[in-house]
């Protein structure tokens, strides 16, 4: 690979957006993905939330989904969220990777599949990690690394047309400690899945995703099943992401909801103010233009999550689940269940 002014390590959504966006800044940019197709090993559920959808034209997304069903252990009595709005919609991701590529190389970026990151000896004035939770990048670059992670396992799979695009999550520590299960239908495509702390799953993920579709009416396939999973930072985001070198973005930088686990969100918009970042400063030399990259300060906005998300952890048994969703049906209840949810 020749010497260019910026190498992105890993083409998912906030590497590729990252890319496209400096290299349409005159920038000469080339992206290394080590995966040799980015239509396999996908990791992320591909749920696209309301403001997302507002504020950027996506592509390959499905139906919109405006119901949400919260169940405890039991699977009785569901707390029922309707919006008026359309709330979520499932991408395409191997769609969305392909289209973002596609934008990325016209606007002059490279993009090199099956190339791993050559570390030190890559030629490049600056160097962006966007390649996951377990950022090769972020070590070499000396800056922070995720330690606080969930797994998750998914199902996705075609479904026959009919039913009304619902999203339900189940709240059960047996299953996904210290997170949930989930099944979206979309009404055109089922996503089954469920994560949950490493160190506390009774079981190997196949199997707890068996007994969760054992227990749980999910849909039938209609067609063939893809299976995706891996690592989800959780922690927030780090503080240390930017250095001379270079800087993260995406999941390497720990830009995702640390309550919900949502990425795809954060990760567009931290890619862009990624890219401008990283343009002035090739352009002026200053280093104090990459103070404008704050992990500390922007970590601050999801105290609350974080807060959140630490009592979520210490729900280890179903009945103490059960008695939380006592609260959830209360009026304030699912206010703070529509403020996290559809927001």
């Not at 160097?127 to 998750?152: E, M, P, Y």
């Not at 039938?220 to 299976?227: H, I, L, N, Y």
């Not at 927030?236 to 795809?264: E, K, M, N, Q, Y």
């Not at 931290?270 to 090739?282: G, P, Q």
Request: proline share 7%; with cysteine; hydrophobic share 40%.
């Amino acid at each position: 690979m020749d010497t260019v002014d910026v190498l992105v390590v890993g083409a998912g959504l906030a590497g590729l957006n990252t890319a496209r966006l400096l290299a349409e800044a005159g920038l000469d940019v080339a992206v290394c993905e080590r995966r040799t197709s980015l239509a396999t090993g996908i990791r992320t559920t591909g749920v696209f939330v309301r403001r997302t959808l507002t504020d950027y034209d996506l592509p390959h997304l499905g139906p919109a989904v405006r119901r949400v069903l919260l169940y405890p252990p039991s699977l009785r009595e569901p707390v029922e969220l309707v919006s008026t709005r359309d709330e979520f919609r499932v991408g395409d991701m191997a769609g969305i990777y392909a289209q973002a590529v596609d934008a990325a190389e016209r606007a002059g970026a490279q993009v090199v599949l099956n190339a791993g990151y050559p570390g030190k000896a890559g030629k490049a004035r600056f160097t962006i990690g966007a390649d996951g939770a377990r950022s090769t990048v972020a070590r070499q670059l000396g800056l922070d690394v995720n330690r606080r992670l969930i797994t998750g396992i998914e199902e996705v799979y075609p479904i026959r047309t009919g039913s009304t695009p619902t999203f339900h999550c189940v709240v059960d520590p047996r299953l996904a400690p210290g997170y949930l299960a989930w099944v979206i239908d979309d009404g055109r495509h089922a996503h089954v899945g469920l994560a949950g702390r490493a160190d506390r799953f009774t079981a190997p993920l196949p199997q707890l995703l068996q007994r969760f579709r054992d227990s749980f009416p999910t849909p039938s396939p209609a067609g063939p099943v893809q299976r995706r999973g891996g690592p989800i930072p959780v922690g927030g985001l780090l503080r240390r992401i930017v250095s001379p070198d270079g800087l993260l973005v995406g999941d390497a930088a720990g830009a995702v909801s640390p309550l919900t686990a949502g990425g795809l969100d954060p990760c567009l918009r931290m890619s862009e103010l990624a890219a401008s970042v990283t343009f002035d400063y090739l352009r002026s030399g200053n280093t104090h233009v990459l103070e404008h990259y704050d992990g500390a300060a922007m970590r601050r906005r999801h105290r609350i999550r974080s807060a959140m998300r630490r009592g979520l952890s210490l729900v280890r048994g179903p009945g103490l689940a059960e008695l939380a969703f006592a609260g959830l049906r209360t009026p304030l209840g699912q206010a703070v269940a529509r403020r996290i949810l559809f927001t």
